[in-house]
């Protein structure tokens, strides 16, 4: 009886073989996705963020603005209260929690442009760096001091004092006209136009007065 | 004869494909880190901002200080009792093992460094591979005359309102002009001289 039932069910062993292959077929479609390990590989990430390749100087990036050059996009990621108070010149707000959304992704993850990004230092811009970085995104840079680095070196740069080499007065003298390009008003540099059309009218060269008294003679 | 075949057949292929899963399994090696952590979940964790620690709190117990800075700057100076692990260093050799060490001891692992963005990167590799005890302490190290001195350091800090010193400076400008175009209007009389009469001596 047994050897009968058996053989019955053995008869049909293949379609049960088919059926429990499907099934598991079937159930590997249901699995989630595994997201977690998106981007790449965790020691390639480590190295990237090692290496400083990814900062831009104040200094590179006035000379992008000021040369009009085309081809960078800058993106804030300060929260939108502080984007509305102070910006970089044709900037783009993107706040931290919005760099991951769909609107973002399409400035962040293109070929064509390179994208700067900057806060006020450079910390929350580092970090959405780290992000973009392992999801592969490229052509993305870091504002190297953020907006308080820009303060200090193109908005308000320190004067070299004269024992300084001429590199420094160099630098100096290009910040300073960067300065003056994006909206700073330096006294000196204002008084110098009034002065030389002065100058020739004033042709009186005060003379010190000789007063010579009279020589009294001898005895 | 002919069924013979078949069997044999089929026993061969039956052989070569349980031997190409077994080979497959044998050299199959799980990648060594593994991230636990998704993009979106490390937003979120930057965005909450939870994960830092002043200067002033490091003499607790629980806490496992470690400097990501290079081994030569360990050397110059560091922070009492910290462990020294370079951030390139971070996924080599027993350094996963450490943390895992410190996570099993109920500790907080305290990564700084010179600034504290130089501690945000390890922080945030190390995160995302699941080490969540970490911090990053808030400090900036300096020296003077090869003594190690710490600061404490904001992040983020907004130093200065830029468009108000613009402002500033413009308004500066227009003041500054007015007073000084009076001055040149002062001419200096040229005083004639009187030549006296040289009178003589006697």
Known sequence: MINRKLAKVLSFRYKILAIIFLVLAGGLVVLPKYEKQEG???EALLKNAVSSERYITTDELADLIINQ???FILIDVREEESYKKYSLPNSINIPLDKLLSEDSNSFLNQDQFDVILF???HFYADQAWLICNRLDYNHIRVLKGGLNAWFNTIINPEKPSENQSVIASELYSFRKAASMYFGVAYPDEFKAKPVVKII???????KKK???MPVEGGC | MKELEKTKRISIAAVLFI??????????ERPKHLYTVNSNDMLEKVIKADYFIALDKIDDPSIVLIDIRSPFEFEKGHLNEAINISTPELLKGDNPELFNKIAANKKVAILYGSTPTEANNAFMVLYQLGFENIKI????LAYEQNKLITNNSIIEKNVTDINAFIAESQKKVKIVPKPKKRIPKKVVPKKKKKKMPVEGGC
């Open chain 1, 200 to 206: 020739p009218k004033k042709k009186v060269i005060p």
């Open chain 1, 69 to 71: 050059d085309p081809s």
């Open chain 2, 19 to 28: 031997l190409i899963i077994i080979i497959g399994l044998l050299f199959y």
């Open chain 1, 210 to 212: 000789k007063k010579k």
């Open chain 1, 40 to 42: 790449i590989q965790p």
């Open chain 2, 137 to 140: 302490l808030l400090v900036s």
């Open chain 1, 119 to 121: 806060s006020n230092d």
